[in-house]
């Protein structure tokens, strides 16, 4: 059995990716669990890098990082207690979720051993990052065309959802209110 | 990968980085003793005077902090700083010089808003808590201009290789025709590495903030690391804006130094001109006014890179 | 790594996050657990493509579950800020009913 060093480096991130997950929903931080996310994501976006797709691994751990980041913030704004004082534990249907967990490892990773995979279909270009580059402003221009207004919904949804505010409480209600009576002023005064 | 330099030359790289920053650390510090009224020459040996005192002093703990994530965090600041360097193109090629060195150097500042906030969070105390936050805060105003920013160069040099969008500017650098970006790139610079103006996680009216509670060799790392990630910023506008090692006589990595040191000694200066912003107010500034500057600078970019090719 | 251990890798972390977003209370933890299914899928996509089929286009795909990530993310995070804003309760029990 001869193991080269993308092996090695793989095994790494899989025991890396697997533990960190798990260890999101056994520590009793809000920061280590959020944190421990975190680096299961970097070692997954490392696994792509592994398996040549450097510019999908590097996106992955810069988007990962940055959400992460945010999501701590999250974490400690919605948590409602301090993890200080009283140990993190809340959890529900904690053996029906811990049954459900084993049943879908065990269902995917039967697929994964026991489907018979097709040998490889083509090899990779050379510059697989331009390649994509390509394929995304050319022949699935559309995927993306469909991306942009996902995005802006998105934006749109999440304002509307979470903010309380309308512009008739910023502007008044002839929207002549200048400068906008904004509990947090901003910095161009709008 | 095939074009980096070998691995010996890591050392002088490292010890390139750590002489640049501390030279940068004796200016800013003699700026500040200049202001004061106390001799420049103090204020020029201070940030050696400064890391013999850490280094004797003894570490503090606060009461139940998250020690894990508090110590990774301050030791993570320099490690950082290195790898971003490791990926500027020092001449013709860099340590690590991979096809994606913009994306990684954009990967890289961003692993800054994680170390900051587990600065502030892991120590457990409330200024440093509150640091945290306003860096995040600040963060989400400086990275959106600075991710489109570094965008203005790869498209300009039609690639995300550092070494090639060096090479590109044959003549004529980028800055001369993507000043916008350049200036928002700079703007991050100092946002990321938490130098003033961009420093209210680390403001005095807040004791400190993410710094309040380091001691001895903490704080010391994260000093420290400050002005290497400031450097190692510098270090990366060369390629990107600057012609990387272009210019006459020097070798390229003579002319990268050269470059680093004043993109960074400028960067210091103007951080002492410029007035620190609140977060909330910069968040604005950032993103209503800096952004659409920045993509319509994207824009100018890629109507001229489509006309000329 | 083959194909087969890759997947393997890639049902233990969707498994662990079919646990964490059926066991958590809190809607943050139940979108970490959500986060670390699609961890999963990001990793078995990767798979797919570099031992089956690399060319552009699996590569796109991967793009699309990335910002699908982030569209769950973003409506995730507004929807337990409007459940804090509204009712003050931010567990997935309490909140049955989405109106306030």
């Known amino acids: 059995m001869n193991l080269s060093l993308v092996d090695v480096g793989f095994w790494l991130c899989a025991v890396v990716s697997v533990v960190a997950g798990a260890l999101v929903f056994y520590v009793d931080s809000m920061a280590r669990a959020t944190y421990a996310l975190a680096v299961s994501f970097v070692a997954v976006g490392v696994a792509l890098l592994l398996m040549g797709q450097a510019y999908m691994g590097v996106i992955v751990i810069l988007m990962m990082v940055m959400e992460m980041a945010v999501m701590a913030v999250y974490m400690v704004m919605f948590m409602g207690m301090n993890p200080a004082l009283m140990p993190m534990s809340m959890v529900h249907s904690h053996r029906s979720s811990i049954a459900a967990g084993v049943g879908t490892f065990l269902l995917l990773g039967a697929g994964a051993v026991l489907v018979p995979w097709p040998t490889r279909r083509g090899a990779p270009t050379g510059d697989v990052t331009s390649a994509l580059g390509e394929a995304i402003m050319e022949s699935h221009m559309i995927v993306m065309i469909a991306m942009g207004p996902v995005m802006v919904a998105t934006i749109v949804a999440g304002v509307v959802l979470s903010s309380h505010r309308t512009r008739y409480d910023r502007l008044g209600d002839d929207l002549d209110r200048r400068p906008a009576d904004d509990p947090q002023p901003g910095g161009v005064g709008r | 990968m095939a074009d980096s330099l070998p691995l010996v030359y890591v050392v002088p790289v ?39 005192r850490l280094m004797r002093q003894r570490p503090r703990r606060t009461v139940s902090a998250d020690r894990l994530l508090w110590r990774s965090a301050s030791s993570a600041v320099i490690p950082l700083a290195v790898l971003i360097v490791a990926f500027v193109p020092l ?86 025709w993507t000043p916008v970006a350049f200036v928002a790139y700079c703007w991050g610079v100092l946002g990321f590495s938490v130098r003033p ?56 990595w003579g002319w990268v130094l050269i470059k680093t040191i004043l993109v960074s000694g400028l960067l210091v200066l103007a951080g002492r001109r410029l007035p620190t912003l609140r977060p909330d107010k910069l968040l604005e500034l950032g993103w209503v006014v800096v952004l659409p500057l920045v993509v319509a600078q994207d824009l100018v970019v890629s109507v001229i890179a489509v006309a000329t090719n | ?97 989405l109106h306030g």
């Open chain 2, 197 to 252: 103006p961009m420093d209210p996680g680390a403001g005095s009216d807040v004791n400190g903030g993410i710094l309040a509670e380091l001691a001895a060799v903490d704080r010391l790392l994260v000093l420290a690391g400050r002005y290497a990630l400031l450097v190692a910023g510098s270090a990366a506008a060369v390629p990107l804006f600057l012609g990387g090692g272009a210019g006459p006589l020097l070798p390229g």
């Open chain 2, 91 to 176: 001449g013709a090629h860099a340590l690590v010089d991979h096809p994606l060195g913009l994306v990684w150097i954009n990967a890289l500042d961003v692993v800054a808003w994680a170390v900051m906030w587990l600065l502030g969070w892991g120590v457990n105390s409330v200024t440093g808590l509150v640091g945290g936050y306003r860096f995040l805060a600040l963060a989400l105003g400086y990275e959106l201009p600075l991710m489109f920013a570094l965008t203005a160069p790869a498209i300009a040099a039609g690639s995300l290789n550092l070494a090639e969008i060096s090479a590109t500017q044959d003549g004529l650098w980028f800055v001369v």
């Open chain 3, 1 to 97: 790594m083959t194909l087969e251990t890759v997947l393997l890798v890639a049902s233990a972390l969707i498994a662990v996050g079919v646990y964490g977003a059926l066991s958590q209370q809190v809607v943050v933890m139940v979108m970490m657990g959500l986060e670390l299914m699609i961890n999963g899928v990001i990793l078995a996509a990767g798979g797919l493509w570099w031992f089956l089929a690399p060319d552009p286009s699996g590569q796109v795909l991967l793009l699309v579950v990335i910002a699908a990530m982030t569209v769950e993310m973003a409506m995730g995070f507004a929807v337990a800020t409007l459940l804090h804003r509204q009712a003050g309760h931010d567990m997935t029990d309490m909140a049955a009913e």
């Open chain 2, 14 to 52: 490292m010890v390139g980085l750590a002489v640049v920053s501390l030279s940068v650390a004796g200016l800013s510090s003699a700026l500040e003793a200049r202001d004061r009224g106390l001799s420049v020459g103090s204020g020029l040996t201070l940030p050696l005077r400064e890391t013999a």
